[in-house]
Structures are given as structure tokens and as C-alpha cells.
């Protein structure tokens, strides 16, 4: 599975976490809780494997869960 760095983005403002910082090729997001992560920014990119696994889970979020939030927006 992979998912394109703005879907991370939009996701992750919707999770309510906001773009503490962007510097270079990576953004770092906070959210009032005391979560944080950092999503690399690499023009219309996709992110996969490890690495979108190890940021869903920071976010709070399950791979399953991502995909049938995907299905239901393809529908």
C-alpha cells in the first residue's frame, strides 16, 4: 500500500494535527496531545511500505483503516 504525501497532509488536519515547521524536504506536524510526526515532502510522491506505517501509527491511525476510508471516498 502507498499513499500520496497530500493525502498524509490532509489526513493529518483532519486528525487535527497542524504543520509545526517545514524545513528542507521534510515537515514536521504536532498535534495539542503531545503527538508529532514528520512527513517528507518530495513533490506529488507516494509514501509506502515501513516508512507509511511507522507515520499512520504516530498519527493513530491503522492501515486498515486508511484503506476503507480510501474505498468509501472512491465511491
Known amino acids: 500500500m502507498s499513499v500520496k504525501v497530500s493525502e498524509l497532509e ?3 488536519l483532519q486528525l487535527g494535527f497542524y504543520k ?3 524545513k ?3 515537515a514536521f506536524w504536532k498535534h ?3 503527538r508529532s510526526t514528520t512527513i517528507p515532502v518530495h513533490g506529488n510522491s507516494e ?3 515501513w516508512l507509511l506505517h511507522q507515520i ?3 498519527l493513530g ?3 486498515e483503516a486508511l ?4 474505498k468509501k471516498r472512491n465511491n
Not at 484503506?67 to 480510501?70: A, G, L, P, R, V
Request: aromatic share 0%; charged share 15%.
Open 67 to 70: 484503506s476503507t476510508k480510501n
Open 47 to 49: 509514501i509506502g511500505g
Open 10 to 12: 490532509n489526513l493529518a
Open 20 to 22: 509545526a515547521r517545514h
Open 56 to 58: 499512520l501509527s504516530q
Open 32 to 34: 495539542q496531545d503531545g
Open 61 to 63: 491511525v491503522t492501515e
Open 24 to 26: 528542507g524536504s521534510h
